[in-house]
């Protein structure tokens, strides 16, 4: 495990590159984000060394929430800030964004780019409700999209459909939109009885995808038929909580809050068959993973299906440990990790060097490891 510090700024967002597997972007903030700036690192990770060297920093008069990169031009990457702004900066040029966007009434929690090779287009969740998408080669946002009564957690595109993406929201929806109907969601669903904090799409099932709620659940949708998820993970609520401040209001989440839900990419070497794709998903507060392993039997040509889950929480020594198992063979994990010590935000996977992960937090540190 290799650290960096962030000094003085605590995490929220990390993310590998997708062109440059050495390059990692950390988005930070000072005073956890409850006033002052924000940071944004540009990090190179030496695994032979197993040493992290800062390359750039890029400052903004506000805490940075959320970070992206442009799969298209590998030097752009995009940031939500408090301020209601969205920044794209080019690390060439790190002294100021090549571009500001000035729309959003409220703070900018998340930022999505999107990820096929035809389309170049960005999306922004925001705390005034709206989801808006943007041509990065314009000032002035495409369309608005305010499906949502309450604050806009997160915005994601569809890895499969060009023009779909999911939202989700403080007043528990989960919204489906076509790009080209802005004045109504495709499919609306009452997914949690709680805030939904985060969602990500199944990269290899195109109709999957999953939703972390505040009331300390996991659940997989078909966008099918979304009636009732068809997977599930629910978590004993326990009386201790944790506080998350903002310039506007306090919540207060059950430990097994979900702040992050994600799918990656996670090989597992040891399993029987040939490992043909994997994808796991993390959250936080306390982070969870889902882990889908497809693995293809030679002889009776099928597929078998394994899932792993990755969780965060702390210990009488309030320690932060990441812990991975197959809930389908044994209650006992397989592995852990202890990274942090305090809270974590952020939470990435390498999609090019297999079982390589990267997070951050509000003890001012990022490290990256292998699981």
């Known amino acids: 495990m290799t650290t960096f510090k962030t000094e003085n700024r605590h995490g929220y967002s990390v993310k590998f590159s997708p062109n440059r597997s050495n390059l990692l972007a950390i988005a930070t903030s000072q005073y956890y984000g409850f006033k002052g700036g924000g940071t944004l690192f540009l990090v190179s990770y030496d695994e032979d060394r197993c040493l992290i060297s800062k390359k750039h920093e890029m400052h903004w008069d506000d805490g940075l929430f959320d970070v992206v990169w442009s799969r298209s031009?590998?030097?752009?990457?995009v940031t939500g800030s408090g301020d209601g702004t969205v920044q794209m900066w080019n690390y060439k040029y790190p002294q100021k964004p090549v571009r500001?966007?000035?729309?959003h009434k409220k703070e900018v929690c998340g930022v999505d780019w999107c990820q096929n090779s035809i389309d170049d287009f960005l999306l922004s969740a925001s705390w005034d409700c709206s989801v808006k998408l943007w041509d990065p080669n314009k000032y002035c946002s495409l369309t608005t999209y305010k499906g949502h009564d309450?604050?806009?957690y997160e915005a994601k595109w569809s890895p499969f459909l060009s023009s779909c993406f999911a939202s989700v929201s403080g007043d528990g929806m989960?919204?489906?939109?076509?790009?080209?109907?802005?004045?109504r969601p495709s499919v609306k669903i009452n997914a949690h009885q709680a805030e939904i904090l985060s969602c990500s799409w199944n990269q290899f099932y195109p109709f999957v995808l999953a939703t972390g709620g505040a009331e300390g659940l996991i659940r997989i949708w078909d966008i099918r038929k979304l009636l009732?998820?068809?997977?599930?993970?629910?978590?004993?609520?326990h009386k201790r909580c944790n506080i998350r401040r903002d310039k506007t209001r306090i919540r207060h989440f059950g430990q097994q809050s979900f702040e992050?839900?994600?799918?990656?990419f996670l090989p597992i070497a040891g399993l029987p068959g040939r490992c043909e794709a994997s994808s796991v998903f993390a959250s936080s507060l306390v982070r969870f993973g889902f882990g889908v392993i497809r693995l293809h039997d030679k002889v009776q040509k099928n597929y078998i299906?394994?899932?792993?889950?990755?969780?965060?929480?702390y210990n009488n020594n309030n320690k932060k440990f990441i812990?991975?198992?197959?809930y389908g063979v044994s209650s006992e994990p397989s592995q852990s990790h202890q990274n942090h010590s305090d809270y974590v935000y952020g939470l990435d996977m390498s999609a090019d060097r297999d079982g390589l992960m990267a997070d951050c937090g509000w003890d001012a540190e990022a490290r990256v490891f292998r699981v």
């Open 73 to 77: 031009v590998y030097s752009l990457l």
């Open 100 to 103: 500001t966007f000035h729309e």
């Open 150 to 152: 309450r604050l806009v």
């Open 174 to 183: 989960l919204d489906i939109w076509d790009c080209s109907s802005p004045l």
């Open 228 to 237: 009732t998820p068809i997977f599930q993970l629910e978590v004993g609520i």
């Open 260 to 264: 992050r839900v994600r799918f990656f």
């Open 305 to 313: 299906l394994f899932i792993f889950f990755i969780r965060q929480y």
């Open 323 to 326: 812990v991975i198992w197959d």
